[in-house]
């Protein structure tokens, strides 16, 4: 049995703790190259040949556009191919990217690298790889695993990047990433367990008879298109950002960390009571809504305050605030909506929404910069926010509900159904699907109503 609630008594083995462990540094690992580029591409105009505002912005967005395209593909060839195959061949990619980009001193060069870096889109497959690894009781663990090693790589990559930059430039960059994927390759071959066996994971991978399905729910698309918008945000901010801290801030790149760092740290802090909030006293559209809102607004004072340093910090901070209170409601409100079933399915067309959005933020503001201003990225940013406000609006109150598997055994089809129809029956249980062949029954409970008694007496030894 195992359920998205911790369980008490239930722990990781090693091998789930080291497959989990190895596999968020493989991710952490490839994040903290990519991220650690935002802060000092666009610092570049002057040092490459053929660089302009536009294209520099396109460098800085394009690995989303070859990320956002592949994820899903390389899940499925990493279904019929097997896991550790594809994710090799994803860091070869990943590192002759950055190697391409490191001996390249024209622009053109760098957008090349920075592409070839995107197509190592290895997500889905080390998510499914993480599945086969961990029980099903584990599996939340080692994804809340990976899904923090995310977040811990792109903090970092803001305090690292300009450092870096300062001390070996940005070919050095380049050849540090490439470094860091052939130490990923290492980790993937030596460190990575062996799968036992490989079997899709339908709460862990997209499954293409579910696409047609995800893609009508017009619940799911406002998530997509949420977090495509707050990740164009991100990017087209990253695009001028640096340059407001050197040219208007008078702050030396190699100094930007300080208000990286205190501001991104300041704003984790200042998100969690809403994201409590949000949770245990039920507020989640409002919490949401909030948030987008607070997005909107701080890139309208952005527009107007970049050339003043403590109000430019000050909406940095408030922005930062929001992004990441949104940043960790998106996939609960994507987990909540989702059919029991198809959590994989809507996470997978969810995250190529994210790096198609960073894809388009980079070349928008890039081209906006170089035609208006900074204040033109900014106010575009504001607008994209407001529009976002608009659609989120109208969203459905989620239902409070949590994801439970449930080992129900070897059984048939017609089983299968009569199995769902009685263990809808059970208090507290909303919805039940049984898949005959997984063995497995994907429900959604309410915790705090579940005959939880009762409903064990379903599960079977797998």
């Known amino acids: ?243 407001i801290l050197k040219n208007e801030l008078g702050l030396a790149p190699q100094h930007h960390w300080w208000v990286y760092l205190p501001v991104l740290l300041l704003s984790v802090a200042a998100m969690v009571p809403f994201i409590i909030i949000a949770e245990r006293r039920r507020r989640m559209k409002k919490i949401f809504l909030g948030g987008i809102l607070f997005v909107a607004l701080a890139q309208l004072g952005l527009s107007f305050w970049y050339q003043q340093f403590w109000l430019a910090v000050l909406m940095l901070f408030v922005f930062f605030t929001a992004f990441n209170l949104l940043e960790a409601s998106l996939p609960s409100l994507v987990s909540k909506i989702a059919p029991p079933e198809s959590k994989g399915t809507a996470m997978g067309f969810y995250s190529s929404s994210q790096f198609l959005g960073a894809f388009l933020g980079g070349s928008v503001g890039g081209s906006l910069h170089g035609a208006m201003g900074y204040s033109s990225v900014f106010l575009l940013s504001a607008v994209m926010g407001l529009v976002w406000f608009v659609f989120a609006s109208s969203m459905q109150e989620p239902r409070y509900l949590s994801r439970y598997l449930l080992n129900v055994g070897d059984i048939n089809t017609d089983q299968a159904d009569v199995l769902a129809a009685e263990l809808t029956g059970v208090t507290g249980v909303a919805e039940a699907v049984v898949i005959a062949e997984d063995g497995i029954a994907y429900l959604k409970v309410d915790t705090k109503a579940l005959d939880e008694e009762r409903l064990l007496t379903y599960s079977r030894e797998v």
């Open 1 to 243: 049995m195992a359920r998205e609630k911790h369980q008490a008594g239930s722990h990781m083995t090693a091998v789930e703790r080291r497959a989990a462990i190895s596999l968020a540094s493989i991710y952490a690992i490839r994040m903290l190259g990519l991220f650690m580029l935002f802060p000092v591409i666009s610092l570049y105009q002057d040092r490459l040949i053929g660089a302009t505002p536009a294209l520099l912005g396109f460098a800085i967005g394009v690995y989303g556009l070859t990320q956002g395209l592949l994820q899903i593909p390389f899940g499925l060839l990493s279904d019929r191919f097997g896991r550790k195959p594809i994710i090799l061949i994803g860091l070869l990619l990943f590192a002759l990217g950055s190697v391409v980009a490191a001996m390249s001193d024209s622009i053109y060069g760098l957008i090349a690298g920075r592409a070839l870096q995107g197509c190592g889109a290895i997500a889905a497959a080390i998510m499914a790889l993480a599945a086969d690894l961990t029980s099903d009781e584990n599996r939340t663990k080692a994804m809340a695993m990976i899904g923090m090693s995310i977040g811990s790589a792109f903090a970092l990559a803001l305090v690292l990047g300009p450092l870096f930059d300062h001390w070996v430039g940005l070919s050095g960059l380049f050849w540090f990433t490439a470094i860091m994927a052939a130490g990923g390759m290492a980790i993937l071959v030596f460190v990575v367990p062996d799968p036992i066996s490989q079997k899709i994971h339908r709460d862990a991978e997209a499954i293409p008879s579910q696409f047609r399905s995800i893609l009508k729910n017009t619940q799911l698309l406002r998530l997509d298109m949420g977090i495509f918008l707050l990740h164009m945000i991100l990017t087209a901010s990253f695009v001028i950002f640096p340059l």
